[in-house]
């Protein structure tokens, strides 16, 4: 049997030296490994959602160089809105989904020279926001309000309300 003799040094350094190690092995060094572990996890979500961003940036440049070149193709005046409400929807063929164009009485001190009301039934949802996307990019148009809603079993698509100024 081995006896601990504690007053040997070579066994009293040892036993301390284990220790040490021991004790620089758990508080110091796992604790490292696990920090560096979660960092790289980290590291790789941040990469992925920057890489995300990018693809996400990119997009709306994309759009927003569309939009400019819309716009500029837009440069008309409109002299009435609901002529022009008209001639867009029949341009962009949702004629016949319009349900009801009505123009609004202004009240006093209103910021508009003109507003309407515009509802459209059983819409699809690209043409409809190609329709909108025009109305935001029309000059002189402001949308006021808008209510996009889904339609019911009888009515299927989507129901546009939208009441518009024009300064």
Known sequence: MISLDLN???ILYSLVALLLSLFLIQ???LPFFDSVERLEVEVKKKRQ???EMVVVAN???ALRSQGQQSKGKQQQTIRSLLPWLERTTAADGLKQNVKQ???VNLQKGDLYRERATLRMERLDMQPLLHFVEKLELAPGIKVIRSDIRRGS???PGLTLFIELGRF
């Open 49 to 51: 959602v920057h890489s």
């Open 59 to 61: 997009q709306l440049e």
């Open 101 to 103: 164009i009505s123009s």
């Open 8 to 10: 040997n040094p070579k």
């Open 153 to 155: 079993e009888k009515k």
């Open 27 to 29: 508080f110091i060094l």
